[in-house]
T-cell receptor
Framework: GAVVSQHPSWVICKSGTSVKIECRSL??????MFWYRQFPKQSLMLMAT?????????EQGVEKDKFLINHASLTLSTLTVTSAHPEDSSFYIC????????????FGPGTRLLVL | QKEVEQNSGPLSVPEGAIASLNCTYS??????FFWYRQYSGKSPELIMS????GDKEDGRFTAQLNKASQYVSLLIRDSQPSDSATYLC???????????FGKGTHLIIQP
């Protein structure tokens, strides 16, 4: 149980284009989903928290207009990197949490983004 | 003070020995703690969670939490080469629901 998928696993795009990454909880309803970013040889950094049906909460320093998050259903959250630039190249990982009061987060396999 | 601190290593342990991984945390991160294992190029996978003072055992893994010292550790008994990975300590707390991760300790189990 507690399987989280992400799509795509790899994406290469040109600078200035937008990229959408999907995160799905396959066997449970995720009331809260999280988006993290990991640069090479660094740890995961929380970007934003999204609750189903409400606006995402962004961490300090993360541009909400650049990283658009939508959590329209209990099993799907999307992250859109708008006008991507080479410095946005990173490993983007989502996680999902189910029932309120259960704090364990389950991570998706990650999406590796390369912006040329 | 960084919120979650770990020694980046590498920590080299012979096969069959006990690997001891340590983590300290700040006041902002003081509720629940998690140990994740991350293989190169992969996303983290949960090993254990611990919420209260003391030890928690699961198979070859034992997590220890000492809230007075703001210290959490992970022991891996009978270490195997497949345990070689980066181990991330993460805490939950403060205003955010998300996890605050340490930089991770790179563990190498020598056959």
């Amino acid at each position: 149980g507690a399987v989280v998928s992400q799509h795509p696993s790899w994406v290469i795009c040109k600078s200035g284009t937008s990229v959408k990454i999907e995160c799905r909880s396959l066997d449970f309803q995720a009331t809260t989903m999280f988006w993290y970013r990991q640069f090479p040889k660094q740890s995961l950094m929380l970007m934003a928290t999204s609750n189903e049906g409400s606006k995402a909460t962004y961490e300090q320093g993360v541009e909400k207009d650049k990283f658009l998050i939508n959590h329209a259903s209990l099993t799907l959250s999307t992250l859109t990197v708008t006008s991507a630039h080479p410095e946005d190249s990173s490993f983007y990982i989502c996680s999902a949490r189910g029932l309120a009061g259960i704090e364990t987060q389950y991570f998706g396999p990650g999406t590796r983004l390369l912006v040329l | 003070q960084k919120e979650v601190e770990q020694n980046s290593g590498p920590l080299s342990v012979p096969e069959g020995a006990i690997a001891s991984l340590n983590c300290t945390y700040s006041d902002r991160v003081s509720q629940s703690f998690f140990w994740y294992r991350q293989y190169s190029g992969k996303s983290p996978e949960l090993i254990m969670s611990i919420y209260s003072n003391g030890d928690k055992e699961d198979g070859r893994f034992t997590a220890q939490l000492n809230k007075a010292s703001q210290y959490v550790s992970l022991l891996i008994r009978d270490s195997q080469p497949s345990d070689s990975a980066t181990y991330l300590c993460a805490g939950l707390g403060g205003g955010a629901d998300g996890l605050t991760f340490g930089k991770g300790t790179h563990l190498i189990i020598q056959p």
